[in-house]
């Protein structure tokens, strides 16, 4: 079922698939995976292979019956573009995501490339926003030329984990970024300038900007308990997003 979402960035998240496999730095430390882990250990339904990649269809209805508008991250547990998801389901996915115009459904993948030649001949519902991860230069940035591509009324960017600094960024076309640390006792430290980097690029391309959250480190580069991550960046929070409003 739709479960509600400690993300600050959404509402709600709806796993018509679950599982994944690693395809870059930023899926080293997956916390998808670990939590896959501990729900098959705890017999949660639709858990049994863990974190191996499991098409859902019995979920697929869940946003139908929820009439007040939500905000759904799409497979918050899994990627809709992995190459075992076929075609044929992920247009399923769509088909619901049309049927319900009272939500807003985030859609974020690290395989870009598919998800512009899924695209390529189709049309993107109003209310579907979709993002891709950029961790780093090696594997995130050619992803938003990617994205680029895809016809949506929303695009985003969710940096996170920041892994390092990405340099010089061409955000046209960009509408809304995501930034956080990555979390976990593993988690990887990431530097306030990396942060302020982008952020100062976000405002002077006009692009909304959200800070996520420090992670495993602080500001200062220290450790941190889970509970003492913290989202204070310059001396305060940032939420910008764009405006949700649902279709009539």
Known sequence: ??????????????????????????????????????????????????????????????????????VYFVNSMSDLFHKKVSDTYIEQVFDVIERCPQHTFQILTKRAERLASYFRPRTVPSNAWIGVTVEDKLSGLARIDCLRKVEARIRFLSIEPLLEDLGKLNLDGIHWV????????????????????????????????????????????????????GRLLAGRTWDDMPAVSALP
């Open 1 to 70: 079922m739709s479960q509600t979402s400690r993300i600050e960035w959404t509402e709600a998240t709806w796993n018509p698939t679950v599982g994944c496999s690693k395809i870059s730095a930023g899926c080293k430390h997956c916390y998808a995976e670990a939590m896959a882990k501990r729900l098959k250990a705890m017999g949660t339904p639709g858990y049994e292979n863990g974190f191996q990649l499991t098409l859902l269809p019995n979920r697929l209805s869940e946003p139908i019956n929820r009439k007040k508008p939500a």
């Open 178 to 229: 995501i930034v956080g640390g990555e979390s976990g006792p593993k988690a990887r430290p990431m530097k306030v300038e990396w942060v302020e980097n982008i952020r100062q690029q976000c405002e002077a391309q006009k692009v909304q900007f959200f800070f996520k959250q420090w992670g495993g480190w602080g500001a200062d580069g220290k450790r941190r308990s889970k509970k003492a991550n």
